[in-house]
């Protein structure tokens, strides 16, 4: 048996630890199969779709309000449509950052006018929709 003094949050304790084989009740590991040879694989005729990009940039009225991402992510669903009538907190979009979803809220009453489209890959400060 070791002893040591082991300190948690500023408090001393004394702690005994017994010496035992080195390891020599864990299991060993076998040794890594070499993977069989295969047929090399014919590229696929379609290459799958990239997903979309951010949207350009769009002029916003004077009197309208921006609404930008507030994070990185992906518009999973658009929850509004363009000329659509909104108040202030209704959802406008849902946007996946991280596997979670996350409402995007009208700050405003107004106008809607839809910049993102679904699908849309935003970073964080984004434009994706203008309240007038």
């Known amino acids: 048996m070791k002893k040591y003094i082991v300190k948690v949050n500023g408090i001393p304790y004394e702690v005994e630890v017994e010496e ?18 295969t047929a090399p694989v014919a590229p ?21 309000t921006k609404v930008e ?8 669903k658009l929850q509004v449509t363009n000329g659509q009538q909104v108040k202030a907190g209704d959802v406008l979009c849902i946007l996946e950052a991280m596997k979670m979803e996350n409402e995007i809220l009208a700050p405003v009453a107004g106008k809607v006018s839809v910049i993102a489209s679904q699908g849309t890959i935003v970073n964080s400060g984004d434009l994706l929709f203008a309240i007038e």
Do not use: Q, R
Request: hydrophobic letters at 55%; proline letters at 19%; zero cysteines.
């Open 20 to 37: 035992t084989a080195a390891f020599s009740s864990y299991p060993v590991a076998a040794a890594p199969v070499a993977p069989a040879a």
């Open 44 to 64: 696929a005729s379609a290459a799958p779709e990239a997903p979309a990009a951010a949207p350009a940039a769009v002029d916003v009225p004077a009197n309208g």
């Open 69 to 76: 991402a507030p994070l990185p992510g992906s518009i999973v």
